[in-house]
């Protein structure tokens, strides 16, 4: 079932031809599909319009208002004093627990009472060696959310008693969060982390709006294993007048016994196939749910036949399959679904949270012959055209095998076997666990290593998938392997600049746009001869000229929402224009740019903000040549007169 990681199957050169054709397009189309099936689709899945709104980017310094959230209504759970009291004594501790247990916030929580400085998220993908060299500010609180160590036990636990040092003597502090597994360090303290009980959570998130019989039902109705991350929602909820136990229950925080329950019940076969269809396809229309499930039941035909014997027991008579999902089904029900132009009838679990732990037990229980079953039939739907829905269970089956996910489906598809299809959905699934329990880190470690080892296949699907949603987490880690591809040079450099464009794009939008330009800044100062010095220019013009999603040029809404950035845009602006070989083309794009832009007041904000940054940024006798090339193209009644005016023209 699960081959070696890193191989699969060969391609079929339908597939490969199809790969080839169009390349440039691939990155955009796959990033605004996703986007804007998100929009009308995402609830389906468990992803609400407010958690793809407030998405946190993962690194970088944390903004006043994601420590206010953490820290505002925070409860204490067992183990947090004797935390906070070894990170006092020793500066480094190790959180660890499994996922949904409340870690990072725990980690934010503790930095918070023990630093005076601000708060720093690294990347989960820092190595022991990395941290032990690392340049720590005194009083500042440092986060590595996620790690996980390539080093041996052995060499681990020297590089983190460097770690350790290395933090003490800076005066700062670091907390590192793990999940169980992970090799011991004997050199770091390691907590044990656990959920605080659920009513004390309840109580401090709503306060007065709930009394004691609602906690007492809340309570009843949640399960001890709840994940953090999902009790705001419900406490919004029960805020706003829901029943709280409709609340736990839609919003993932009820006990699984009743699924569990069920398949302690030994359920039929056609029963295991209704619930494995819909718990990668829900909200399907009833005839659309009734063609992938036969097309499952054909597949588990080929891996456990059911006998000639059980087949309808010899009577000559038509099932009846619809009724089971309307009254007779335990789990599943048929009600109707919001679809962005109204609503339509779909089939259902009964609540929301069901699907998960339908997953889960689904693992649990059944053997290799099903689950290959299930993997020839996700790649038959996938070649002919099914994604999202395949992708959003995929990313829930990681959250009980990540192995299978990776090994089975994200590493084959991600080389090729299904073609540019396959490829898409692989970028998918690691956008999708970005939405769920504590992934995030494993997808970046995912892409990373196509990135660096894959083939040239997983290096392409590794690009898109570093451009999109993964990119609004990890913005620098982001920009800097699509750099990397782009230096690389073993495949189409422009199909990585591509992907460094359309990063650009999706954290415009997120306000995180300047970790890609400030990776060209880098690119640029660092390059010491001809060939490097012209390829970061050519993937500077490249980002620049790129569109916005709304605006003719993504930089122009980078200034708008981020001025504290226009000296970094002027610079890269200026560094192309001057260069003979790029100016050209670099007026082009900016002309193409201009004349694409209304005339408004905010157009000539925007072009006059640009023309200010450009001309701090060249020498004099470069800004009179730059006017004089801008002037041939010059429309009196286009914004490329406010350029020529920010640019000093008399």
């Known amino acids: 079932m699960s081959g070696e990681r890193g191989s699969s199957p060969a391609a079929g050169p339908a597939f490969r031809d199809q790969e080839r054709s169009h390349p440039e397009s691939v990155v955009a189309e796959s990033v605004d599909a996703f986007l ?28 006043r208002g994601e420590l206010s959230a953490v820290t505002g209504h925070y409860v204490r759970p067992p183990g947090f004093d004797a935390a906070r009291r070894w990170l006092c004594d020793e500066h480094v501790v190790v959180l660890e627990g499994t996922a949904g ?82 090799a011991s360090i004997e050199s770091v303290r390691r907590v044990a982390w656990r959920r605080p009980p659920l009513p004390e959570v309840l109580r401090a998130c709503l306060g007065g709006a709930i009394d004691d019989d609602m906690v007492r039902e809340a309570t009843e109705s949640g399960s001890a294993d709840y994940v953090m991350t999902n009790v705001a929602e419900v406490a919004r909820r029960i805020a706003d007048g829901a029943d709280p136990a409709t609340a736990i229950q839609e919003c993932d925080l009820a006990p699984d016994d009743r699924v569990r329950a069920w398949f302690d019940g030994n359920p039929s076969r056609r029963d295991v196939l209704d619930v494995t269809a819909l718990a990668f396809f829900p909200g399907a229309t009833e005839r659309s749910f009734e063609s992938r499930l036969s097309k499952l039941a054909a597949a588990l035909e080929g891996t456990l036949p059911t006998g000639e014997a059980s087949r309808d027991n010899g009577a000559d008579k038509l099932p009846q399959g619809r ?74 089956l990681a959250e009980v095998s990540l192995d299978e996910v990776e090994d089975s489906y994200l590493d084959p598809w991600a080389d090729g076997q299904l073609g540019p299809r396959g490829r898409k959905v692989a970028a998918y699934v690691l956008w999708m666990m970005c939405f769920g329990v504590s992934l995030a880190p494993e997808a970046l470690r995912i892409a990373d290593r196509w990135t660096g080892s894959g083939s040239e296949d997983q290096r392409h699907t590794a690009a898109i998938a570093l451009s999109g949603e993964l990119g609004v987490r990890f913005p620098v880690e982001a920009a800097g392997r699509l750099w990397r591809l782009v230096v690389a040079g073993v495949d189409d450099e422009s199909f990585a600049m591509e992907a460094l464009g359309r990063l650009f794009v999706t954290l415009v939008d997120t306000e995180g746009g300047d970790a890609v330009l400030s990776e060209l800044d880098r690119a640029l100062a660092a390059a010491n001869d001809m060939w490097s010095r012209t390829l970061a220019l050519k993937a500077t013009l490249s980002v620049l000229s790129v569109p916005g999603r709304r605006c003719s040029l993504a930089a122009l809404a980078l200034l708008r929402e981020q001025p504290a950035h226009t000296a970094l845009v002027g610079r890269l602006w200026a560094a192309v224009v001057r260069s003979r070989a790029h100016r050209e083309n670099a007026l082009a794009a900016l002309g193409r740019a201009l004349a694409a832009l209304p005339v408004s007041p905010a157009s000539t904000r925007d072009v006059t903000a640009l023309g200010r940054a450009i001309a701090e940024a060249l020498p004099p006798v470069d800004i009179a040549a730059l006017r004089q090339d801008l002037r041939c193209a010059r429309n009196a009644a286009s914004p490329m007169r406010d350029l020529l005016d920010a640019l000093g023209e008399p």
């Not at 468990?46 to 980017?57: C, E, K, P, Y």
């Not at 070649?383 to 395949?390: E, K």
């Open 36 to 63: 804007n099936r998100m929009e009308t689709e995402g609830s389906l899945f468990g992803v609400t319009t407010a958690l793809r709104v407030t998405a946190r980017r993962e690194t970088g310094q944390l903004g």
């Open 101 to 182: 247990t409340g870690k990072r916030a725990g980690a934010i929580a503790l930095l918070r009472e023990v630093a005076d400085g601000p708060v720093i998220a690294l990347s989960p993908m820092v190595s022991p060696h990395d941290l032990a060299e690392g340049d720590y500010r005194p009083g500042w609180g440092y986060l590595v959310a996620g790690h996980a160590s390539p080093a041996t036990e052995v060499e681990s636990g020297s590089l983190w008693r460097s770690v350790r040092e290395t933090v003490r003597e800076a005066g700062a502090f670091l907390v590192v969060t793990v999940t169980p597994g992970v």
């Open 323 to 396: 009724t089971r999902c309307r009254s007779a089904h335990g789990l599943i029900t048929v009600g109707r679904v919001s679809t962005g132009r109204g609503s339509r009838c779909a089939v259902l679990f009964k609540a929301p949270g069901y699907r998960r732990r339908v997953i889960a037990e689904l693992w649990t229980r059944y053997p290799t012959d099903f689950w290959d079953a299930v993997k020839a039939w996700l790649d038959g739907l996938v070649a002919t055209g099914d994604d999202l829905p395949v992708a959003a269970g995929l990313a829930l």
